[in-house]
């Protein structure tokens, strides 16, 4: 095997530990910048949709274009994270550059109040002091040209200053551009190129807010003629989908296989797994089922359980099993042998969902919307009501971020903050009860088939390309972001992985770039991004501490683009690795880390 020298690991270390953290990006959706763009000709103010409230064009007497644009800071960006922030980078598309007015440059200004869009004419233009950052432009096609405005994004995040936003002014040897500058935000409400911003910081989350990728598209998985009321992924990537029987995928979903070894014929409400070969399914009527050999075969086990209608399966971190059934919340210590009822004080007794908070708290979700929340493994329970809910038919959190979600079959979806304790509604007008997340934070819902929401349930879009079957009952997601969906007439995946970034009408990088992997630490599984300028040869390696080589991702070529290579750390044992990309131009290494 081939090695680096230890001496080049050292310096890796040193560089990518000043790295480590978060990078959150925002580019917001047709809602806030609507279709809004400038070629050859300036528009002005005009009603024909080219400019909003947020992203606007002004000219005067054809002599000077000037873009003002406001992206909002999601409000979990909040004051306490100013102060460490490492970076802040706005991200523009630019296309059909004057070549008669090369090079030109571009300067952002920060602007001290906002336009209102009813009164635009030259004497009501915003104020805005001075230059915060000259960029030098060369004529092109097209090209993303990245804006460093760091020390203005801190003063938005910490509330210093209002977010009014900046205002883009081109000009040539010190004059203005005259109708030459073509700023482009969308393509024909593609959001592939809208404005971006990317705030770093180690205490952020990597995720992606706003964007919906529009070429996201299904294809069929199989089990035709099944209803599949419930979806689970086991860490190794094997998929479990429950009906009247438990069927199993290890090639994600190419092909399936059943078992129904001990089961009643009785449908599969909830799956949940404890270790690769611990598995629980609970049924509708038959209780609580266990195998202990990978799902293969099953054994009932209802001992001390009322109602045998049973809806939610959780498992905490020492093995304590708990049961949501339509008689209130039990728990077990010993993999489903006995059971204990331990819902004094929950008000409800039809029981619909379990999840987990932060340090273990658990709470629970009923049928008439009531949500409560136990400190203490159970034994006592605190009440609490989001407003105006019906049944709470699925809770789930967000690991990354700890936000909880809960769907409500009326009147849609419910956020908390603070580990349950007070909740936001974000009105659907539907009956949403399944939910899933991928690893960039965007979440996905049965409402109206499959829905996506990329700014914590504040929007929905439908995202049905290629569902022939909406009626959508379970939804689960891989860790390299491939959704699936269970539907009354079999299984859905999406064609494509909904975490990358790598879409068909994205337009070319102007570097190439090596990204942090994410997650990071991870176990088994984590994702490598990079990004290349130009199609060609690329090596992708991974190396252990000592500079050995222990993994060939990469080694081919690749066309240009934004690329994302999923590697399994299921053979190596926990530790720190390397990943090395490597093309004829440019070579970067990073540091990842492998917790078992």
Not at 72 to 86: E, G, K, L
């Amino acid at each position: 095997m081939s090695r680096i020298p230890i001496t080049v690991i050292i310096s890796i270390i040193l560089i990518t530990e000043l790295s480590l953290g978060g990078t959150v990006r925002i580019q917001y959706s047709k809602q806030i910048v609507n279709d809004a763009y400038v070629i050859n000709l300036s528009p002005g103010f005009n009603s024909s949709g080219y400019g909003t409230s947020w992203v606007t064009y002004y000219s005067s007497n054809n002599r000077i274009e000037r873009s003002f644009i406001r992206i909002p800071i999601p409000d979990f960006i909040s004051p306490d994270i100013a102060s460490s922030v490492t970076s802040a980078n706005l991200k523009l598309y630019f296309c059909n550059l004057d070549n008669d007015k090369s090079p030109f440059s571009i300067n952002i200004h920060k602007i001290e109040n906002i336009w209102q869009e009813s009164s635009l004419v030259w004497a009501n233009q915003p104020s805005f002091c001075d230059t915060i950052e000259t960029t030098c432009v060369q004529s092109a096609s097209q090209m993303w040209i990245s804006f460093p405005i760091t020390n203005l994004v801190i003063t938005w995040i910490s509330g210093s200053q209002m977010n009014n936003g900046v205002m883009l002014c081109p000009t040539i040897e010190g004059w203005p551009t005259q109708n030459s500058t073509a700023f482009k935000t969308s393509e024909n409400a593609d959001p592939t190129f809208r404005p971006v911003l990317e705030i770093c910081s180690p205490n952020l989350p990597d995720t992606l807010i706003g964007y919906i990728p529009s070429s996201i598209a299904w294809e069929y998985s199989g089990l035709v003629g099944n209803t599949v009321s419930s979806l689970a992924i086991s860490k190794d990537e094997t998929i479990f989908a429950g009906t009247t029987s438990v069927w199993r995928s290890t090639n994600a979903g190419d092909s399936w296989t059943d078992s129904t070894a001990g089961l009643s014929n009785s449908k599969i409400n909830t799956i949940a797994i404890k270790s690769k070969d611990t598995l629980f399914v609970g049924t509708e009527g038959n209780g609580f089922y266990c195998s202990l050999d990978g799902g293969y075969l099953w054994t009932q086990k209802n001992d001390g359980i009322a109602n045998l209608n049973i809806h939610s399966i959780i498992i905490n971190a020492i093995g304590r099993v708990f049961l949501a059934t339509e008689n209130g919340v039990y728990r077990s210590t010993n993999d489903g042998e006995s059971w204990t009822r331990v819902d004094t004080g929950f008000a409800d007794t039809v029981a619909e969902s379990l999840c987990f908070a932060s340090g273990g708290i658990i709470l629970v979700g009923g049928a008439t919307g009531q949500i409560c929340r136990s400190t203490d493994d159970g034994n006592s329970w605190t009440f609490i009501s989001p407003s105006q809910s019906w049944g709470i038919r699925c809770l789930l959190r967000d690991n990354s971020s700890g936000i909880i979600y809960a769907a409500n079959t009326w009147p849609g979806v419910h956020s908390s903050t603070d580990d349950g304790m007070t909740w936001t509604m974000h009105l659907t007008n539907d009956f949403p009860t399944s939910l899933c997340i991928n690893s960039f934070g965007h979440i996905f819902s049965d409402l109206d088939g499959v829905s996506i929401s990329t700014d914590r349930s504040e929007t929905w879009t439908p995202i049905n390309n290629g569902l022939v079957n909406t009626n959508v009952h379970s939804l689960t997601v891989t860790q390299d972001g491939v959704v699936f969906a269970g539907t009354d007439n079999g299984i859905y995946r999406t064609v494509q992985y909904t975490t990358s970034m790598s879409l068909e009408h994205s337009p070319l990088p102007l570097v190439s770039h090596l990204e942090q992997n994410y997650p990071n630490p991870f176990n088994p599984v984590t994702n490598i991004f990079f990004t290349l300028k130009n199609a060609g040869f690329v090596s992708l390696r991974v190396y252990d501490i000592l500079g050995r080589e222990v993994g060939v991702l990469l080694n081919e070529v690749i066309q240009s683009g934004n690329h994302i290579i999923p590697f399994n750390g299921n053979q190596f044992t926990s530790g720190v690795y390397f990943y090395q990309l490597r093309t004829d131009k440019y070579m970067e290494c990073k540091k990842m880390i492998l917790l078992k």
